[in-house]
């Protein structure tokens, strides 16, 4: 059995344990050498990080080649179009190549957890919300693939990798389980 730690990291952390500056870290939340991050959230990004002390099941995570998915809902600019939806769905060009086809879909407005700070709002312009799930993991990818068919991300956030979701932790809270 190995130890897997779900946690609803929080806008503003580094996913790193050592401190280089005045940000918050996982060690803010976290007093156990033994666990290490699965992967990266931007700082910018909210949502589930998995952590775990088994260097395997790290590798079952983040490797590419077992293309987990990951599950992300993006606050957009406007309300996003079908077109947009459809690009998503078939794959964008981005400055490194073309994504992978990814699945997605538009959402209402999820019940999330406040984020400190907000997004900026504009009363003249709506936004609106997108579920995306990818199996690549290039860097900043779902903010870049919403850019790039012209609703960038106001607010990110990844809500299930693989089986494992991120419902009932508050940001900042953590559970742990055993796989």
Same mark, same amino acid.
């Given at each position: 059995?190995?130890?897997?730690?779900?946690?609803?990291?929080?806008?503003?952390?580094?996913?790193?344990?050592?401190?280089?500056?005045?940000?918050?870290?996982?060690?803010?939340?976290?007093?156990?050498?033994?666990?290490?991050?699965?992967?990266?959230?931007?700082?910018?990004?909210?949502?589930?990080?998995?952590?775990?002390?088994?260097?395997?099941?790290?590798?079952?995570? !983040?490797? *590419?080649?077992?293309?987990?998915?990951?599950?992300?809902? @993006?606050? %957009?600019?406007?309300? /996003? $179009? &079908?077109?947009?939806?459809?690009?998503?769905?078939?794959?964008?060009?981005?400055?490194?190549?073309?994504?992978?086809?990814?699945?997605?879909?538009?959402?209402?407005?999820?019940?999330?957890?406040?984020? !400190?700070? *907000?997004?900026?709002?504009?009363?003249?312009?709506?936004? @609106?919300? %997108?579920?995306?799930? /990818? $199996? &690549?993991?290039?860097?900043?990818?779902?903010?870049?693939?919403?850019?790039?068919?012209?609703?960038?991300?106001?607010?990110?956030?990844?809500?299930?990798?693989?089986?494992?979701?991120?419902?009932?932790?508050?940001?900042?809270?953590?559970?742990?389980?055993?796989?």
């Amino acid at each position: 059995m190995s130890r897997l730690i779900l946690f609803n990291k929080p806008y503003g952390v580094l996913c790193q344990f050592r401190r280089t500056d005045d940000k918050p870290t996982l060690a803010d939340f976290f007093n156990d050498p033994t666990i290490h991050p699965c992967g990266r959230l931007d700082h910018d990004s909210e949502g589930l990080l998995l952590l775990t002390d088994d260097g395997k099941l790290n590798s079952r995570i !983040t490797e *590419p080649k077992f293309k987990l998915p990951k599950t992300y809902w @993006s606050q %957009v600019d406007h309300d /996003i $179009s &079908e077109d947009a939806i459809w690009q998503l769905q078939r794959g964008v060009n981005l400055n490194d190549g073309f994504t992978a086809p990814a699945q997605v879909r538009k959402l209402t407005e999820p019940a999330l957890w406040p984020r !400190t700070p *907000p997004i900026r709002y504009r009363a003249s312009i709506p936004t @609106s919300w %997108v579920e995306l799930v /990818i $199996s &690549e993991g290039r860097n900043r990818q779902v903010r870049r693939m919403t850019a790039a068919v012209g609703f960038p991300t106001l607010r990110l956030v990844r809500v299930q990798i693989g089986d494992w979701r991120i419902d009932g932790l508050a940001a900042g809270e953590w559970r742990e389980i055993w796989v």
